[in-house]
């Protein structure tokens, strides 16, 4: 597949997933190296829906560490359960926060965020990474969004 995504100018959010996704499958099926996957998927998503921030954190013990991302600088390490991403981890499950500053434990890593969604990856059952999105408005996420991220997470293989 040629390097160029075709996004959806008009159109629900639903479509623009549904348009994405494809593009994506074809993008990273015949790539077996994550690291290149998981830039692309994050290039492919500020690309598309224009999130003030987004990327991956990988598990390295009991830390974080950051990944391939898009967007301003980011906090290197995030400790097991601090945070949306390391309670995101520990709970094994996507975290939809509308406020980040209502958020026990919030780690600003840019003080622009105003919300955030943290979708946990899975490698033989357990969390292997995170993707992180950060939008600059309040309650810009919802569960179209979990739906869909949890399935563009899916198709990397960890």
């Not at 979708?119 to 979990?146: Q, R």
């Amino acid at each position: 597949m040629a390097e160029d995504l075709y996004i959806v100018k008009e159109g629900s959010l639903q479509e623009k997933y549904e348009s994405l996704i494809p593009q994506l499958k074809a993008l990273i099926e015949d790539e077996s190296d994550i690291v290149a996957n998981m830039a692309n998927v994050a290039a492919a998503l500020k690309e598309t829906f224009g999130f003030f921030w987004v990327g991956f954190y990988r598990v390295d013990g009991e830390q974080l560490v950051l990944g391939p991302f898009q967007g301003p600088v980011a906090c290197t390490r995030i400790a097991y359960g601090r945070g949306v991403c390391g309670t995101a981890w520990k709970e094994g499950q996507t975290l939809l926060v509308p406020d980040v500053d209502q958020f026990p434990g919030h780690i600003a890593c840019s003080s622009l965020s105003r919300s955030e969604i943290v979708v946990p990856a899975f490698k033989e059952s357990k969390v292997c990474a995170v993707l992180d999105v950060d939008s600059d408005s309040l309650d810009a996420f919802s569960e179209t969004d979990a739906v869909y991220l949890q399935k563009i997470v899916s198709l990397l293989k960890f």
